[in-house]
């Protein structure tokens, strides 16, 4: 081989590095701004300044949308109207008369691409929008949109989203390529792969209700976006569940998540959205049943599978107890247990409830070792994630309890701090749980923390499995202390969701 030959192959080789290198050089984050990062600085929304802004940020993806002018110019902007203007029946000129109202001039297609061709790390995520005068209108946009991305070589940066099938379609046909986001929410993964559209971008709602639809995606290579996900908790709800890109209008919030569960690594193993109506899920729930007072002279009857004391409707399981008498119990509520269906070792375990209210109730989120037919309570463990009575209002209380450290020694680890609005708002309670300590969190917020003492397990007995329970008590020793105000039943506590990250 001689000294040409060599270097020429060389040279190619190079090439070819630096090509998969750049395929490879995206943000590896999961965060997409939403119409740009706009809402912490007041950028208009789908302007160059909320694109550098998405790109400042280290986004892997900023999202726009792109319509038509009358006279055929492709703009950004996500309304079909532009200060009082329909842009489809406007000539760009005069639509670029009126400034945004950062000073800008409303973006092209062709701006706003070159633009983002400045940088190499956050993808830009080109939704086309369909057009109200037709599905020919639209197929005309559809290819002048791939024509300009074409024409500027940014086929690299650019991912194609559309709520219209047909427009995905015509993009897919003008160039094999190009990757595609479906956003409708009404096609499976197996027609997506079928029609040769690799992604799903689909409102959050459809991947909640639908608790299979990230792992049939997964099976038939189908990219996943949820979109709009603002709330921090349903986040890291996508996070957990391992999706592969999440649409939001709070970048900034979103990626310190994003670098929190990249760093735990986090997954979502346990848990329920209650996203179905009726009893609670069975293969989740079991009940503690019985009125024997429950060892603190508690005065309800817990029932099993009957919907007057737990049911869950619209998205949320409720917990209510009741001045009803059922065999020796004046009172009945219920006390849902995941023994033998879901016991965790370590990790996160958040629940948002709405807290009843009124002296008497005694409502609790806990966990017991799954050893406590063998060794009994408290040689078991427990812990208490939230604990409440009624005759001490607006309180949350954490604790645990061991062979050591109970309450009937009066040496329980324990903290009582103040909740605002617990009847009124939901709540996050939370701990986080390891080898070397338990932190005790209200609304990701830590008030407890717990040191492992790696003495013995009279100490530390959470180096093994616990179920979680959650119930309404009525009176008992804590609980009724002050007495029982029976105006206040029927008595509810209202459970958004249960999740446990490992």
């Given at each position: 081989?001689?000294?040409?030959?060599?270097?020429?192959?060389?040279?190619?080789?190079?090439?070819?590095?630096?090509?998969i290198?750049?395929?490879?050089?995206?943000?590896?984050?999961?965060?997409?701004?939403?119409?740009?990062?706009?809402?912490?600085?007041?950028?208009?929304?789908?302007?160059?300044?909320?694109?550098?802004?998405?790109?400042?940020?280290?986004?892997?993806?900023?999202?726009?949308?792109?319509?038509?002018?009358?006279?055929?110019?492709?703009?950004?902007?996500?309304?079909?109207?532009?200060?009082?203007?329909?842009?489809?029946?406007?000539?760009?000129?005069?639509?670029?008369?009126?400034?945004?109202?950062?000073?800008?001039?409303?973006?092209?297609?062709?701006?706003?691409?070159?633009?983002?061709?400045?940088q190499?790390?956050?993808?830009?995520?080109?939704?086309?929008?369909?057009?109200?005068?037709?599905?020919?209108?639209?197929?005309?946009?559809?290819?002048?949109?791939?024509?300009?991305?074409?024409?500027?070589?940014?086929?690299?940066?650019?991912?194609?989203?559309?709520?219209?099938?047909?427009?995905?379609?015509?993009?897919?046909?003008?160039?094999?390529?190009?990757?595609?986001?479906?956003?409708?929410?009404?096609?499976?993964?197996?027609q997506?792969?079928?029609?040769?559209?690799?992604?799903?971008?689909?409102?959050?709602?459809?991947?909640?209700?639908?608790?299979?639809?990230?792992?049939?995606?997964?099976?038939?290579?189908?990219?996943?976006?949820?979109?709009?996900?603002?709330?921090?908790?349903?986040?890291?709800?996508?996070?957990?569940?391992?999706?592969?890109?999440?649409?939001?209008?709070?970048p900034?919030?979103?990626?310190?998540?994003?670098?929190?569960?990249?760093?735990?690594?986090?997954?979502?193993?346990?848990?329920?959205?209650?996203?179905?109506?009726?009893?609670?899920?069975?293969?989740?729930w079991?009940?503690?049943?019985?009125?024997?007072?429950?060892?603190?002279?508690?005065?309800?009857?817990?029932?099993e599978?009957?919907?007057?004391?737990?049911?869950?409707?619209?998205?949320?399981?409720?917990?209510t107890?009741?001045?009803?008498?059922?065999?020796?119990?004046?009172?009945?509520?219920?006390?849902?247990?995941?023994?033998?269906?879901?016991?965790?070792?370590?990790?996160?375990?958040?629940?948002?409830?709405?807290?009843?209210?009124?002296?008497?109730?005694?409502p609790?989120?806990?966990?017991?070792?799954?050893?406590?037919?063998?060794?009994?309570?408290?040689?078991?463990?427990?812990?208490?994630?939230m604990?409440?009575?009624?005759?001490?209002?607006?309180?949350?209380?954490?604790?645990?309890?061991?062979?050591?450290?109970?309450?009937v020694?009066?040496?329980?680890?324990?903290?009582?701090?103040?909740?605002?609005n617990?009847?009124t708002?939901?709540?996050?309670?939370?701990?986080?749980?390891?080898?070397?300590?338990?932190?005790?969190?209200?609304?990701?917020?830590?008030?407890?923390?717990?040191?492992?003492?790696?003495?013995?397990?009279?100490?530390?007995?959470?180096?093994?499995?616990?179920?979680?329970?959650?119930?309404?008590?009525?009176?008992?020793?804590?609980?009724?202390?002050?007495?029982?105000?029976?105006?206040?039943?029927?008595?509810?506590?209202?459970?958004?969701?249960?999740?446990?990250?490992?």
């Amino acid at each position: 081989m001689n000294k040409q030959t060599t270097f020429f192959l060389f040279l190619l080789w190079s090439m070819l590095g630096l090509n998969i290198a750049w395929a490879q050089s995206f943000h590896s984050n999961k965060i997409v701004a939403h119409r740009g990062a706009w809402k912490h600085t007041g950028a208009p929304q789908n302007s160059l300044a909320s694109l550098q802004e998405a790109i400042k940020l280290g986004c892997v993806g900023s999202e726009f949308d792109i319509r038509m002018t009358k006279d055929e110019v492709l703009v950004i902007n996500h309304d079909a109207h532009y200060e009082g203007m329909d842009i489809e029946q406007t000539d760009f000129a005069e639509l670029r008369k009126k400034p945004l109202k950062n000073g800008e001039q409303l973006p092209t297609l062709e701006e706003y691409l070159k633009a983002g061709k400045k940088q190499k790390k956050t993808m830009l995520v080109a939704e086309i929008k369909p057009s109200p005068a037709g599905k020919e209108r639209a197929a005309l946009l559809a290819e002048k949109v791939v024509k300009t991305v074409h024409k500027l070589k940014a086929q690299k940066w650019v991912v194609y989203i559309s709520f219209d099938y047909d427009i995905l379609k015509k993009v897919r046909e003008l160039d094999t390529k190009a990757k595609l986001q479906y956003l409708n929410g009404n096609i499976s993964a197996a027609q997506l792969k079928a029609d040769n559209i690799g992604g799903a971008d689909y409102h959050f709602s459809v991947f909640q209700k639908d608790e299979e639809w990230l792992t049939k995606a997964q099976q038939e290579g189908i990219t996943t976006n949820a979109w709009t996900v603002n709330d921090t908790t349903l986040i890291d709800y996508f996070l957990g569940r391992g999706i592969d890109y999440i649409t939001t209008d709070e970048p900034e919030k979103a990626l310190k998540h994003d670098a929190l569960f990249a760093k735990t690594k986090w997954k979502l193993v346990g848990g329920d959205e209650f996203n179905y109506a009726g009893l609670p899920n069975a293969a989740k729930w079991g009940y503690d049943v019985g009125g024997n007072g429950w060892g603190n002279n508690e005065l309800q009857f817990y029932t099993e599978a009957d919907t007057s004391n737990a049911v869950v409707k619209n998205g949320i399981l409720t917990i209510t107890a009741r001045k009803q008498k059922h065999e020796n119990r004046d009172y009945t509520s219920a006390r849902l247990v995941t023994r033998d269906k879901g016991e965790w070792k370590y990790g996160r375990i958040e629940i948002k409830a709405k807290l009843p209210k009124g002296r008497g109730t005694w409502p609790a989120i806990w966990m017991l070792g799954n050893d406590i037919k063998q060794v009994g309570w408290p040689k078991c463990g427990e812990i208490d994630i939230m604990e409440h009575v009624g005759y001490d209002p607006d309180t949350l209380v954490g604790t645990i309890h061991t062979q050591a450290y109970n309450h009937v020694k009066g040496t329980q680890k324990s903290k009582k701090i103040f909740i605002k609005n617990p009847y009124t708002e939901f709540h996050i309670y939370a701990i986080d749980w390891t080898s070397e300590k338990m932190d005790f969190l209200l609304d990701g917020k830590v008030y407890l923390s717990i040191p492992n003492e790696h003495k013995t397990t009279n100490e530390w007995p959470f180096d093994k499995p616990h179920y979680l329970l959650l119930n309404i008590a009525v009176g008992g020793n804590w609980g009724g202390a002050k007495g029982i105000d029976e105006t206040v039943f029927p008595a509810k506590m209202e459970v958004d969701y249960v999740r446990v990250y490992q």
